[in-house]
């Protein structure tokens, strides 16, 4: 039983801050790994790995910067002596009214005022991140589980269960119907958890979807929570993208399907929203979680205690979120932007020879790599993603880390950078398309 | 329906400390509108100091506008969301902390993590420490916050380590020795011991022989040390701060295994009085520790607003200098008022050198020595005088009768008026026991039984010195 000292374990801490579970050993870190070692830059490096794996919206600065100068109170906290002394002192977990109610009808905007929002249901929380673990919390115990479409956000594997014990058991989409969600899909991984004697406390979408760039179908919202009132379970919608549908028509929350059933049952439910990519704001950490179930609200907001939004950033979003014609102007100009982005890409990867998934909203495209792939395996398109990465110099996110089950998808950004960095993009991929097609017409002389 | 986390108390607000805020909120004392209403005075705010930050911010314009030299900084602001921190805040906070320290122990920016509040550091200390079911050790009496911040979600225990008046409620070996050994009763295994130093609610700072017999402990046990710091920049009077690193250091225990077990949690909210802006911080020697924490902060990240805005305040380091300075000197002219005015009505205060509090022996108006008595006279003095105090039970103090009653939230004036209110309700206590003894008053009749009952307590227990 001797053990040697330099071999002694380290000095204890918790299985949580030893573990793997927040996932920073995947591939789709190792992607950032190689950016940040060589990232482009159109003069300095312009043969630079470029970033197409980061879901941020670059598109929509300039109004914000606009606003910011227009209104200086929002920063300087005005002429108000007290402004500054209040806002510092501020710590209250029910947030700033004046945010609260700004944020209620911001939603209520990007849903074309379809769905009502009641501030006093509204609670702050530091990032979606923080929202999404929050709710995982007090929804589900440790060993239980809540039930997520595939692909999803990489990222919620340590959101959901790092800290909180929780699991995630995936509800498996295909390409056969676009990825939606079905019926037999939903009671499939419930059974399978059921199998695995852990119990199911609850179902989370992300709507519109990360990765796949696309909405829920109003029918599939209604199977899904004809689902889950059957279970007796949670339904948690995060609605982070709402804001980046392309169409304004196209969106359909889980807050209007609700109030088209009077809200019977939706104290079951509960809205994730931020304004890190509508507004392009993620370093700000601005998150909410919207709840129907009062009970939810007030432990919500009391544990948000861990995770509150700075006074100050709730001060200043309060003043630009008011302004209804701002962001009236801001959510239809931003919304045409990224459509306009959007359809770049699609032309430009179709000219290459690739398709996407059809979407209409998101910061990301769908792409479809599968006929590339030497073998349809995980190892196939991990190959395929390190070539890519490697020679095309671009970081785009394999449709593994997202645990698709088909393999061959690739989430690719467009939104984080200028239209001529996009061009760069595409120009590569036509190069790699082309070098590939001339090899295998090389290969069947 | 929901999990057994959400359905417990754990958060802790049922307890009176939040009970008399609820009051307040209802009835809250306003110069002008509301005279009579009541006066808080449970909350360990510093407003000392706002007019230094706002002249500041007058003249630096560029710190709020989210420019430098002019040029908007917004972008890259906007976007900026890696946990590592904002490398300038970082820089600029670990020479501020080492400044607070006399600069008798410097500070590595690459061991410091930045989360939401000191609230969220040590529950994410916690995370990195402890598994459910463990237990960490806490000198009593403790910030009632505690409770949450360290058992809520984390599911770790805190077993308490009872200090007493007879010592000025110093940590004795003895203490920390008995608390060891009721957690090993129960079955809980201990993982560290958390110190506030300078301490929530006494006000004091630890002395080098109460840090040396923790080191000893912690070494002995091989467990953790996570000292809160969060009021190290109060230190308005002597003895001086001396950090658990300093002391670590000074024992040359840098090259030993507990060194990669001593946590500092930090934050700007008590010495800056920026609660608002959410600027916690962990340091710590632990390699793991800091890899870990960094990772969690993403469920507590600074705004990147903010983080910007406090970098460039601390990079004046002659406003910061002077700022420090002016503050611990406002604090100790308001320490030194409520201290003389509670002697003037009578009431003593354990001798204090730092905080936003005092912590006030009222023993000697009790009814009982018991804390049914103190919760009776929380009351009073809550209803009666219109001031919202902490009683100790809620900083799970092991004598009842003391109070925390915090100075510097609000202006000389409402200080003032608070000790006038005091001083009144005190001899209204006085004079309602001396008509007890001396007449058969029908009004204070009730409470003569009671009364004798807590002059026969008094006398027996200043016949125990040990107590």
Request: aromatic share 10%; net charge neutral; hydrophobic share 35%.
């Amino acid at each position: 039983m001797a053990i040697e000292t330099d071999q002694q374990p380290p000095v204890g801490l918790s299985r949580v801050a030893v573990s793997e579970t927040h996932g920073e050993d995947s591939p789709y870190f190792a992607g950032w790994k190689a950016y940040d070692e060589n990232p482009y830059d159109e003069s300095k490096n312009p043969s630079g790995v470029i970033q197409m794996g980061l879901a941020e919206n670059q598109v929509s600065f300039d109004l914000l910067e606009e606003f910011l100068k227009q209104h200086s109170e929002a920063s300087i906290w005005g002429n108000k002596i007290s402004g500054f002394r209040e806002n510092a002192l501020f710590q209250d977990y029910h947030g700033l009214q004046s945010f609260r109610k700004a944020m209620a009808s911001f939603m209520e905007q990007i849903r074309g005022g379809r769905a009502k929002f009641d501030p006093d249901r509204v609670v702050l929380t530091a990032g979606a991140t923080a929202a999404n673990e929050l709710l995982t919390f007090i929804l589900a115990d440790p060993g239980d589980a809540l039930l997520v479409p595939t692909p999803y956000y990489p990222g919620f594997d340590r959101d959901l269960r790092w800290r909180t014990g929780v699991k995630i058991v995936p509800i498996h989409c295909d390409s056969s119907n676009n990825f939606q969600v079905t019926p037999q899909a939903l009671e499939a991984a419930y059974n399978n958890a059921e199998a695995m004697n852990i119990k199911v406390r609850g179902v989370l979408i992300t709507n519109p979807s990360n990765p796949l760039g696309t909405t829920i179908q109003r029918s599939v919202l209604e199977e899904i929570l004809d689902f889950v009132t059957r279970k007796n379970i949670h339904l948690v919608s995060d609605e982070i993208y709402s804001g980046s549908v392309f169409s304004s028509s196209e969106f359909v929350s889980i807050a209007e399907v609700l109030e088209a059933r009077n809200n019977k049952g939706s104290e079951r439910v509960h809205i994730v929203y931020s304004l890190s990519k509508d507004l392009g704001l993620p370093g700000f950490r601005v998150g909410t979680i919207y709840s129907y179930n009062d009970k939810v609200v007030t432990t919500a907001r009391r544990m948000s205690s861990f995770t509150l939004i700075s006074s100050q950033t709730q001060h200043l979003l309060a003043s630009m979120l008011s302004d209804k014609e701002f962001t009236q102007n801001y959510i239809e100009t931003n919304r045409e932007r990224l459509r306009k982005r959007y359809g770049m890409i699609i032309q430009g990867l179709r000219v290459a020879g690739i398709e996407c998934l059809q979407g209409n909203a998101g910061l990301f495209c769908w792409m479809n790599l599968s006929p590339l792939l030497e073998t349809p395996t995980r190892e196939g398109e991990l190959a395929l993603w390190n070539s890519i990465l490697h020679e095309v110099k671009l970081n785009i996110s394999p449709g593994s880390s997202c645990h698709c089950s088909e393999p061959g998808w690739f989430r690719v950004c467009f939104a984080n950078m200028s239209e001529q960095t996009l061009e760069v993009a595409l120009d590569r991929i036509h190069q790699f398309m082309k070098r590939r097609c001339d090899k295998e017409k090389l290969g069947h002389v | 329906m929901l999990s057994r986390k959400a359905r417990l108390d754990a958060h802790g607000e049922d307890s009176s400390y939040f009970l008399g805020w609820k009051e307040y909120e209802k009835n809250a004392y306003d110069d002008v509108q509301n005279p009579t209403g009541i006066i808080q005075m449970g909350l360990a705010e510093n407003q000392l100091s706002f007019d230094l930050l706002e002249s500041w911010l007058a003249s630096n314009q560029d710190a709020a506008r989210l420019t430098r030299n002019g040029e908007s900084v917004f972008r890259e602001l906007a976007l900026f969301q890696d946990y590592h921190g904002l490398p300038d805040f970082k820089n600029e906070l670990v020479e501020f902390m080492a400044e607070i320290r006399g600069n008798k122990v410097n500070f590595d920016p690459r061991k410091l993590v930045l989360m939401a509040g000191a609230t969220s550091a040590n529950e994410t200390l916690t995370f990195c420490i402890a598994e459910s079911g463990d237990a960490f050790l806490l000198p009593t009496p403790y910030y009632p916050g505690f409770d949450r911040d360290l058992k809520w979600r984390t599911g770790v225990e805190i077993v308490p380590i009872h200090c007493s008046s007879s010592n000025g409620f110093k940590v004795t070996k003895c203490a920390l020795e008995e608390a060891y050994q009721q957690a090993h009763k129960l079955s809980l295994n201990v993982k560290g011991v958390l110190i506030t130093n300078p301490s929530n609610p006494l006000g004091t700072t630890m002395g080098r022989d109460e840090l040396n017999d923790l080191i000893g402990f912690a070494v002995a046990k091989k467990i953790h040390i996570i000292s809160d710091e969060i009021y190290s920049g109060t230190v308005f009077d002597h003895p001086s701060f001396i950090s658990i690193m300093e002391a670590l250091m000074d024992r040359k225990l840098q090259d030993t295994d507990l060194w990669s077990r001593v946590h500092i949690v930090y934050s700007l909210s008590k010495d800056l009085g920026l609660p608002g802006f959410r600027v916690g911080m962990i340091y710590s020697n632990n390699e793991t520790v800091v890899s870990a924490a960094t990772k969690m902060s993403s469920f507590g990240l600074i705004s990147s607003q903010t983080q910007y805005l406090l970098s460039k305040i601390l990079s004046d380091k002659k406003f910061t200098r002077n700022y420090m300075k002016e503050n611990r000197k406002r604090l100790k002219t308001r320490r030194d008022m409520i201290v003389a005015a509670l002697r003037d009505a009578g009431i003593g205060c354990l001798k204090s050198n730092a905080g936003l509090f005092c912590w006030v022996d009222m023993r000697h108006l009790l009814s009982s020595n018991t804390f049914d008595a103190e919760m009776e006279l929380w009351k009073k003095i809550l209803r009666e005088a219109g001031l919202n105090i902490s009683p100790g039970a809620s900083c799970h103090c092991s004598e009842p009768g003391w109070f925390r009653i915090c100075f510097a939230n609000m202006s000389e004036d409402t200080l003032n008026l608070s000790m006038q209110r005091i001083k009144a309700l005190v001899g209204r206590i006085q004079q309602c026991r001396r008509g007890r003894v001396t007449h058969q008053d029908s009004g204070c009749n009730s409470r003569r039984r009671s009364f004798s009952k807590w002059v026969l307590n008094l006398c027996s227990y200043d016949r125990e010195p040990d107590r």
